[in-house]
């Protein structure tokens, strides 16, 4: 069994391990002992803080493999992007031009450096290890900081973006910040993100960053190609993302052209599809009939817990059935409350 759960400071020499992993298609996530403290002290502030509105908080979350006590992936939701300054992305633009004396108009694509995003809730640094072989952990892992975010949404904003990793070559290297980014950095792309630690919110950002509207069609093919494409590691958190109801929009990463992908939390399944469910008590359990689907279940009290749960359809009921051992990974008992998300199959959980 698999629990997500809030980062603890026993878990940074865990986090510590899975930095020093090559991790194709994150580029959000702290590599340094120095930023994994940094990251699990806010987060542990951050979940303490008694907040009114979203500011400054960021949220940590840690996927757990109960058999073996090993932390085995990582998440994260901030409360509001760029909350240490301003968050920058491209936006796709098409420019009109027209010339009256030749009688000639038509569109242009360009990007045009933006701060739109900056006060959006904000998901980063999904990461789980031997994704190649993930089940249900991995939709576990991405969808409980979104019901952590239901469940608390007074914590968080109404719109939601999610920055996925670019394309790069076999050597690391993108092909969009080579034509793009290099030129005003001097420093190749690898470089460039170790520098800010994968943060879009650096002031020297929109010092070296042009201002103008860059013309896609002068950048060379290969970084036109990039445009908007998903490094392939990213693709399970791309295809996660899109279940949940999170559609790429019109901005793109400023350093390696990857897509941005958005939602307002109408949209998306973990806030629209949930339902709240009692923990059925000995005796009493629910008499649920139909084909075994896989449900994410969530602590709703204190000490936020997530689990997944395969049992037969909820829609129809009250109550829960939880075996021993969820009770004791979720901490709830007999008459408490839980959130239930489906996340097999398209049924609506509400």
Same mark, same amino acid.
């Given at each position: 069994m698999?629990?997500?759960?809030?980062?603890?400071?026993?878990?940074?020499g865990?986090?510590?391990?899975?930095?020093?992993?090559s991790?194709?298609?994150?580029?959000?996530?702290?590599?340094?002992?120095?930023g994994?403290?940094?990251?699990v002290?806010?987060?542990?502030?951050?979940?303490?803080?008694?907040?009114?509105i979203?500011?400054?908080?960021?949220?940590?979350?840690?996927?757990?493999?109960?058999?073996?006590?090993?932390?085995?992936?990582?998440?994260?939701?901030?409360?509001?992007?760029?909350?240490n300054?301003?968050?920058?992305?491209?936006?796709?633009?098409?420019?009109?031009?027209?010339?009256?004396?030749?009688n000639?108009?038509?569109n242009?694509?360009?990007?045009?450096?933006?701060?739109e995003l900056?006060?959006?809730?904000?998901?980063?640094?999904?990461?789980?290890?031997?994704?190649?072989?993930?089940?249900?952990?991995?939709?576990?892992?991405? &969808?409980? *900081?979104? =019901?952590?975010?239901? +469940?608390? /949404? #007074?914590r968080?904003?109404?719109?939601?973006?999610? %920055?996925?990793?670019?394309?790069?070559?076999?050597?690391?290297q993108?092909?969009?910040?080579?034509?793009?980014?290099?030129?005003?950095?001097?420093?190749?792309?690898?470089?460039?993100?170790?520098?800010?630690?994968g943060? &879009?919110? *650096?002031? =020297?950002?929109?010092? +070296?960053? /042009? #201002?103008?509207?860059?013309?896609?069609?002068l950048? %060379?093919?290969?970084?036109?190609?990039?445009?908007?494409q998903?490094?392939?590691?990213?693709?399970?958190?791309?295809?996660?993302?899109?279940?949940e109801?999170?559609?790429?929009?019109?901005?793109?990463?400023?350093?390696?052209?990857?897509?941005? =992908?958005?939602?307002?939390k109408?949209?998306?399944?973990?806030?629209g599809?949930?339902?709240?469910?009692?923990?059925?008590a000995?005796?009493?359990?629910?008499?649920?009939q139909?084909?075994p689907v896989?449900y994410?279940?969530a602590?709703?009290?204190?000490?936020?817990?997530?689990v997944?749960?395969?049992?037969?359809p909820?829609?129809?009921?009250?109550?829960?059935?939880?075996?021993?051992?969820?009770?004791?990974?979720?901490?709830?008992?007999?008459?408490?409350?839980?959130?239930?998300?489906?996340?097999?199959?398209?049924?609506?959980?509400?």
């Amino acid at each position: 069994m698999y629990v997500v759960r809030p980062v603890d400071r026993a878990d940074i020499g865990a986090l510590e391990a899975m930095a020093a992993i090559s991790m194709p298609g994150v580029h959000t996530l702290p590599r340094t002992r120095e930023g994994i403290n940094a990251a699990v002290e806010r987060s542990l502030a951050s979940f303490a803080a008694q907040v009114d509105i979203p500011s400054e908080e960021s949220y940590l979350f840690v996927l757990e493999d109960l058999r073996s006590r090993e932390v085995v992936g990582t998440a994260a939701i901030h409360a509001s992007a760029g909350s240490n300054g301003t968050y920058f992305a491209f936006r796709n633009d098409v420019i009109q031009q027209v010339s009256r004396d030749l009688n000639i108009s038509h569109n242009v694509h360009a990007l045009t450096l933006c701060s739109e995003l900056t006060a959006y809730s904000h998901l980063s640094g999904f990461f789980v290890r031997d994704r190649d072989s993930a089940g249900v952990e991995a939709a576990l892992l991405s &969808r409980a *900081r979104l =019901l952590y975010a239901m +469940l608390a /949404p #007074h914590r968080f904003g109404d719109r939601f973006f999610v %920055p996925l990793a670019g394309r790069v070559d076999a050597d690391g290297q993108s092909p969009f910040w080579n034509a793009l980014g290099r030129k005003f950095f001097k420093m190749d792309f690898l470089e460039a993100e170790r520098l800010i630690e994968g943060a &879009r919110n *650096r002031t =020297l950002i929109v010092e +070296l960053m /042009p #201002h103008y509207p860059v013309y896609v069609p002068l950048l %060379p093919g290969d970084a036109q190609a990039a445009l908007g494409q998903i490094h392939p590691g990213g693709q399970m958190a791309f295809d996660l993302l899109a279940q949940e109801g999170f559609e790429a929009d019109e901005y793109i990463d400023i350093f390696d052209g990857g897509p941005i =992908l958005q939602a307002h939390k109408n949209a998306l399944r973990s806030f629209g599809a949930s339902q709240r469910l009692r923990v059925a008590a000995a005796g009493q359990e629910p008499a649920n009939q139909g084909a075994p689907v896989e449900y994410a279940i969530a602590s709703v009290g204190n000490g936020f817990r997530a689990v997944t749960l395969r049992c037969a359809p909820l829609e129809h009921t009250s109550t829960i059935a939880l075996p021993r051992d969820v009770q004791q990974a979720l901490g709830v008992a007999a008459g408490d409350e839980v959130v239930c998300l489906r996340i097999e199959g398209e049924a609506s959980c509400s």
